[in-house]
């Protein structure tokens, strides 16, 4: 096996890499600190638009932190360093210029634990648009949209403008929050383990959920459960220690990976 020394002096590996033109998103030789703690180790790699990329690896590997560095969520942790660049459509959203609180309003991001506001389904639904101040006959069209998209309508349709969104299923719940991050129609969903929290049908549910909004929309999702990654992703990335292992399309990493550390991982036999 490689020393960890080795692993973060490395090059990524990387199969069939995306090219420029093809990125909604292209990271750049990110590192990232938690105070003097590195998290992100040299971080280059792109995201491209209209596929769904997974982010995989051991617990504590940076998955949660790449993906929050998409979206300058990881800003809001005091004593966080970031060097390096993101661009997003081109424009590095770590420039000093950018505000990273219109960065994280432009790009979606459902969490591990559904987290719905304690107000009707259609409220928190309409939330984000009512910021961009939609109103009236649009703003109902949109919402209804919204949960059509997220595969929420058919159960909510007879309640949605009294009922309280705490008062749907875990399931229900993510797909609620899914539909609030896509009524305002974000290029880019960033999603961290959104099915660790439910049972197989509402994962099932939301899986197939995953798979129709890349005609729409860029997922890029973090999850510890392979077969989903497997199951989901066009592309996937493998995380060791801060480091970005290995890269490609998703049947290459988990058919023929090329390093042995992904090759450990897929197979089981890591750690
Ligand atoms: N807010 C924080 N402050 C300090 N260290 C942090 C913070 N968040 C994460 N870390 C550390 O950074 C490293 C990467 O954490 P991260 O949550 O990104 O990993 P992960 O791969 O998503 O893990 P898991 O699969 O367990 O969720 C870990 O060592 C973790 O302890």
Same mark, same amino acid.
């Given at each position: ?23 909604? $998103?292209? $990271? ?8 003097? +703690? ?38 809001? $942790?005091?004593?966080?360093?970031? *060097? ?25 991001? $459902?969490?591990? *634990? ?20 939609? +109103? ?11 949960? +059509? ?11 949605? +403008? *009294?009922?309280?969104? /705490? ?22 969903? /960033? ?22 909004? *890349? ?57």
């Amino acid at each position: 096996m490689v020393s960890l020394e080795q692993l973060r002096e490395h090059q990524t590996v990387r199969t069939d890499p995306v090219p420029e033109s093809q990125a909604l $998103v292209d $990271v750049r030789q990110l590192s990232l600190w938690y105070g003097t +703690k590195q998290a992100l180790y040299d971080i280059s790699v792109r995201f491209p638009k209209n596929q769904v990329t997974a982010i995989i690896g051991p617990s504590g590997c940076g998955k949660s932190t790449l993906l929050r560095s998409l979206n300058r969520m990881n800003d809001l $942790v005091p004593g966080v360093r970031v *060097k390096g660049e993101v661009l997003y459509e081109g424009v590095n959203i770590y420039d000093p210029r950018v505000d990273p609180v219109a960065v994280r309003r432009h790009i979606g991001m $459902v969490f591990q *634990k559904p987290n719905p506001f304690p107000k009707t389904i259609f409220e928190n639904v309409a939330f984000g648009l009512r910021l961009m101040g939609v +109103k009236g006959s649009e703003l109902e069209d949109r919402v209804v949209e919204a949960l +059509k998209r997220a595969a929420l309508w058919e159960e909510v349709k007879d309640r949605f +403008k *009294k009922e309280s969104g /705490l008062r749907l299923s875990g399931g229900q719940q993510q797909r609620l929050c899914i539909a609030r991050a896509i009524a305002v129609e974000p290029p880019l969903l /960033l999603m961290d383990e959104p099915t660790s929290a439910l049972d197989p049908i509402a994962t099932q549910a939301i899986e197939d959920l995953i798979l129709e909004l *890349k005609e729409r929309y860029t997922v890029v999702i973090v999850t510890h459960n392979m077969q989903q990654a497997a199951r989901v992703s066009d592309r996937t990335l493998f995380m060791h220690l801060g480091v970005l292992v290995e890269e490609g399309p998703t049947e290459v990493i988990f058919t023929k990976p090329k390093h042995p550390y992904t090759e450990a991982y897929i197979t089981g036999r890591f750690g």
